[in-house]
């Protein structure tokens, strides 16, 4: 690629070189390219912009001083869209629905609202029906029979469809507790809109060599019920899944992190984590052991069952959690674009590779 000549201010002649390693292309490629640059800026993004969709994208060489890339082109080159992420949270945390209360109208139009969209961007149903809405009859912690939604979706594989990536957060939030709107926009209406966001661009591309599948849980506040509802009532055979990614509380930069990293719940459990990282994925382990995060989410019901799955957050303790104030103001909008544009390659190599995790010794739940 080269900038016009008209517009050059300085023709320095730049050599790039990566690595791309791809299962389905065989061996590791490497790869030149002939820049003219305009300046450090418009450096980054023409590198990015080039190197977003190539899996396992590593800078070997990179010969020109003091070239350095913002938050915003990474997240420009990543494809991520900020005014969908902005939207959707601003809907799903927003006065109509009230706070997503697990088992209430609200979540169902959370659930609908998530469903739709998803459609929209070009997936399939993955819920057993044409609605892409599991529902869910339930018993609750207390023994009430409760109601929920789960949303289910996906990206068909190609050549290795029968094995799946299942990416989830869950929807619904604590709803209205004494005439108090619970909003939830960090937990987990943030998880909701980086899933929704990793399906849309992931729609964009050629279909994956596995499958993809999207699921946002319902009443997950409630004691996982979505989750647990549909490991009782799975929707395809369980043993086909890989890996699955919960995304939980991602709106906020974790301050024991730098700024645009991501933790993992579990980390030390399985070889997931630090293969993503070898990846380009910004994840590191769970700064919070204390807290057993990794029990504490949509996750643990399907390790549970013996599948790797683990969270994703960022969540750094902060006074909102569980309160009225978890409203979209306080989301950190350039962290939580960041945060989701730094996963979509990482996760784009697991969908394309043959990679399976594995439980370390005597740390299966």
């Known amino acids: ?12 002649r730049v050599v790039y070189k990566w690595r791309r390693s791809r299962a389905a292309a065989g061996a590791a490629r490497t790869l030149q390219l002939d820049l003219f640059v305009l300046d450090s800026h418009n450096l980054c993004l023409v590198f990015l912009q080039q190197c977003k969709r190539v899996l396992s994208c ?12 913002s938050s915003a082109d990474r997240i420009a080159a990543a494809g991520v869209c900020t005014a969908c992420i902005r939207g959707n949270l601003d809907y799903l945390a927003g006065p109509e629905l009230r706070g997503r209360g697990s088992g209430t109208v609200d979540e169902h139009h959370a659930a609908q609202y998530v469903a739709r969209k998803l459609k929209e961007y070009g997936l399939a149903s993955a819920a057993g029906s044409a609605s892409y809405i599991q ?3 339930t018993t609750s912690r207390g023994g009430r029979i409760h109601h929920t939604w789960n949303v289910l979706a996906k990206i068909e594989g190609a050549s290795q ?7 989830s957060a869950h929807l619904d939030h604590l709803g209205t507790r004494n005439g108090k709107v619970y909003p939830g926009a960090d937990d987990d209406a943030s ?3 980086a899933v929704m966001e990793l399906a849309r661009t992931l729609a964009k591309e050629p279909p994956p060599r596995r499958t993809v599948v999207f699921a946002l849980w319902g009443s997950e506040e409630a004691g996982l019920l979505g989750a647990r509802y549909f490991l009782k009532h799975p929707t395809f055979d369980l043993h086909r899944i890989v890996a699955n990614l919960e995304f939980e509380m991602i709106g906020r930069a974790d301050p024991m992190l730098k700024p645009e990293q991501l933790w993992l719940t579990g980390w030390e459990r399985t070889n997931l984590g630090p293969e993503l990282a070898r990846h380009g994925a910004q994840l590191v382990g769970d700064p919070h052991p204390q807290q057993n995060f990794f029990t504490r989410s949509d996750n643990y019901a399907l390790a549970r069952d013996g599948i790797i799955a683990q969270t ?3 969540y750094g303790l902060h006074k909102d959690y569980h309160q009225p104030t978890d409203t979209p103001n306080r989301i950190n909008w350039q962290h939580l674009d960041s945060a989701i544009g730094s996963m979509i390659a990482p996760i784009d190599w697991l969908a394309n590779s043959s ?3 594995q439980w370390n010794a005597g740390q299966r739940p």
């Open 312 to 314: 994703v957050s960022s």
């Open 135 to 137: 529902t869910a009859n």
């Open 58 to 69: 590593t800078l070997l060489v990179l010969s020109i001083a003091g070239a350095t890339c």
């Open 191 to 193: 998880g909701t809109v």
């Open 1 to 12: 690629m080269r900038i016009p000549a008209e517009e050059r201010l300085a023709e320095q």
């Open 355 to 357: 990679f399976a995790p």
């Open 161 to 167: 469809r029968d094995q799946i990536i299942l990416l």
